[in-house]
C-alpha cells in the first residue's frame, strides 16, 4: 500500500518568509494529491488539489507542485503570517475515490 | 449550520460498553467515510459508503460497524469499546469524481476516550 512521509513534525518559520512543507510518496504516483489545513479542534479543510500531468498549482499565496519522478510534492506558503499556523496534511488518491493521508506537519510562523 | 455535524463532539466511556458516533451532512454528496486520527499516526480509513446501499470497510475496520440510514448519515458504532479505540474521529464527505477538485469535506470530529 502507499506510505506517505510528510517532513519533520513541526516547523517553524519567521512571520514574511516562504515555509516550505515536503510530502513524499513510496509507490506508484497517484492520479492526483491534495493537501489540507488542519486547526486545532477542528476538521481538516481543503486547499489544493494538483494532478499527476501538473508540475505546480497556484492559489493565492498557497503553491504546490508535484514531482513524479522524486515522488514528491511541496507545499509553499510565501509571505507567511501567524495566521497560516496549522497543521497542513497531504493526501494522495489511493484508487476507487478514497485519499491516504499523510501524518501532517505542525507549522508555527513566528511573528 | 456546519455542511458536515458530528455528535458527540466529546464522549468518555467505559470499556466494554457500546458507543455510536453520528454524523449528518447537508452537501447532498454521495460519499461518506469515517476516519480516526492518532498522534504520529495521520488520518486513518476505517469505512466508507458510496452510496445508501454500500458499505466498505477501510483499513482498520476492525472493532467498528457502521450503518447508512440515509444519504445525508452515516454513523459509526464501537460494539464494545477498548481504550487503544481512544481517539479523535472525523466523518467526511466528497461528491462524484468530476468534483473532486473540491476535496473532502470534514466535520468537526468527536474527541472520543475510552477508559
Known amino acids: 500500500s502507499q506510505k506517505i512521509e510528510q517532513n519533520s513534525e513541526a516547523l517553524n518559520i519567521q512571520e514574511g518568509k516562504t515555509a516550505t512543507l515536503t510530502c513524499n510518496y513510496t509507490?506508484?504516483?497517484?492520479?492526483?494529491l491534495q493537501w489540507y489545513r488542519q486547526d486545532p479542534g477542528r476538521g481538516p479543510v481543503f486547499l489544493l488539489l494538483?494532478?499527476?500531468?501538473?508540475k505546480e498549482k497556484r492559489k493565492e499565496r498557497l503553491k504546490v507542485t508535484f514531482d513524479t519522478t522524486l515522488k514528491q510534492s511541496l507545499f509553499h506558503i510565501t509571505a507567511s503570517q501567524p495566521a497560516d499556523s496549522a497543521t497542513y496534511l497531504c493526501?494522495?488518491?489511493?484508487?476507487?475515490?478514497?485519499?491516504?493521508f499523510g501524518q501532517g506537519t505542525r507549522l508555527t510562523i513566528n511573528p | 449550520d456546519a455542511d458536515v455535524t458530528q455528535t458527540p463532539r466529546n464522549r468518555i466511556t467505559k470499556t466494554g460498553k457500546r458507543i455510536m458516533l453520528e454524523c449528518s451532512q447537508t452537501?447532498?454528496?454521495?460519499?461518506m467515510y469515517w476516519y480516526r486520527q492518532d498522534p504520529g499516526l495521520g488520518l486513518r480509513l476505517i469505512y466508507y459508503?458510496?452510496?445508501?446501499?454500500?458499505?466498505n470497510k477501510g483499513e482498520i475496520s476492525d472493532g467498528y460497524s457502521v450503518s447508512r440510514q440515509a444519504q445525508a448519515k452515516f454513523s459509526l458504532s464501537l460494539e464494545s469499546a477498548i481504550p487503544n479505540q481512544t481517539a479523535l474521529y472525523f466523518c467526511?464527505?466528497?461528491?462524484?469524481?468530476?468534483?473532486?477538485?473540491?476535496?473532502?469535506?470534514f466535520g468537526s470530529g468527536t474527541r472520543l476516550t475510552v477508559v
Open positions: 467526511a464527505t466528497s461528491g462524484r469524481e468530476d468534483s473532486l477538485n473540491y476535496g473532502y469535506t
Open positions: 509507490n506508484y504516483s497517484p492520479a492526483y
Open positions: 494538483i494532478r499527476e500531468n501538473e
Open positions: 493526501a494522495l488518491y489511493q484508487g476507487a475515490q478514497k485519499l491516504v
Open positions: 452537501k447532498g454528496h454521495d460519499r
Open positions: 459508503s458510496f452510496d445508501v446501499k454500500d458499505i
